[in-house]
């Protein structure tokens, strides 16, 4: 008789959510396809044709400006994927194939949560092959003026996350957990993108952010949020910084054995970090844990297994 360890997982259906791009302004949708074990997050532009699949991975992100970009949007890459990859990290989905109808991912409201909610919808379902993750084995750290960002060796995964702002509605905000999907979808998946209306108002001007509105940032003008409902949270700000590093590090290709700290980073610096930890060889190390076991035979896996969202396998 064998009992479950730590499987891999997919969608037990597929999902379609519909919104609109942040930059460009325009509809998208997204179908999340259940794929098969070994697969890891794929995106599929259906609107090029013989477009070929793109996969979520560190290598292929070619802008942190505003955004995470992967690939060329003007061919088949796309942009704004940072939420998405956050509530499949966050959940634990291991295998996807994202198919999207044009260059831009829909923005929902800013945040992960209609993701999380579609995830929830369908659920999980677990795979015959073990999970594998990336194990930190050394300290990494990225400098950048004041700003900088490390991965530690740490059992389980682990984020750290502290942002600075001139204006005191924002100022110094923390936000430290281990990472597991309850932690994820109660304290991270609602908090919201943020920004200034002065600079909303120049990246309009320079045909970005078209998309933006109340319905899907956190606005702030003269130290005053102008959304009617305010936050969410008191430190929404700090929240959505650590919802973006858990996307932007979901890039990594596997869940990360590690503890992320950053101290007023953001999309660059997250993606900063992925590219010097894969740069050293010594620095990490790829364990796959066993899908199953015989009942009664002692075996020590070395991790804390979290329980990875809701399951109809």
């Known amino acids: 008789m064998t009992q479950y360890i730590d499987r891999q997982t997919t969608l037990a259906d597929q999902v379609t959510l519909t919104g609109i791009g942040v930059h460009s302004g325009k509809p998208a949708s997204i179908t999340l396809v259940p794929a098969d074990a070994g697969t890891g997050i794929l995106f599929h532009r259906t609107d090029v044709e013989a477009a070929a699949e793109m996969p979520a991975l560190w290598d292929r992100v070619t802008q942190t400006s505003l955004q995470t970009v992967l690939g060329d949007p003007f061919q088949n890459g796309l942009s704004t994927v940072e939420h998405l990859m956050a509530a499949l990290r966050g959940l634990g989905v291991d295998n996807l194939i994202v198919e999207i109808d044009g260059p831009e991912m829909p923005i929902m409201d800013g945040s992960s ?7 929830d919808q369908v659920g999980l379902k677990r795979l015959d092959r073990g999970r594998r993750y990336l194990r930190v084995k050394k300290p990494v750290r990225v400098d950048n003026g004041n700003s900088w960002c490390e991965l530690l ?3 389980g995964s682990h984020f750290d996350i502290t942002i600075e702002f001139d204006t005191p509605l924002i100022g110094r905000q923390r936000f430290a957990s281990d990472m597991t999907p309850d932690v994820f979808r109660n304290e991270l998946s609602r908090a919201r993108t943020f920004g200034n209306v002065s600079d909303v108002e120049q990246l309009w001007k320079m ?8 319905e899907n940032s956190v606005a702030i003008k003269d130290d005053k949020v102008l959304n009617p409902e305010g936050t969410r ?3 929404e700000f700090v929240r959505h910084k650590a919802l973006d590093a858990v996307g932007d590090l979901a890039l990594a290709g596997l869940p990360i054995l590690g503890l992320y700290r950053s101290y007023k980073g953001g999309h660059k610096m997250n993606n900063a970090i992925l590219i010097k930890l894969f740069a050293d060889k010594s620095a990490y190390e790829i364990v796959e844990m066993p899908a ?3 009942v009664g035979h002692a075996e020590k896996v070395g991790l804390a297994m979290a329980a990875f969202g809701p399951d109809v396998s």
Request: charged letters at 25%; aromatic letters at 16%; hydrophobic letters at 50%.
């Open 153 to 155: 060796p740490h059992e």
């Open 207 to 214: 045909g970005f952010a078209l998309g933006s509105s109340l």
């Open 292 to 294: 199953f076991r015989e």
């Open 233 to 235: 949270w008191v430190d």
């Open 113 to 119: 949560a209609d993701f999380v909610e579609a995830i």
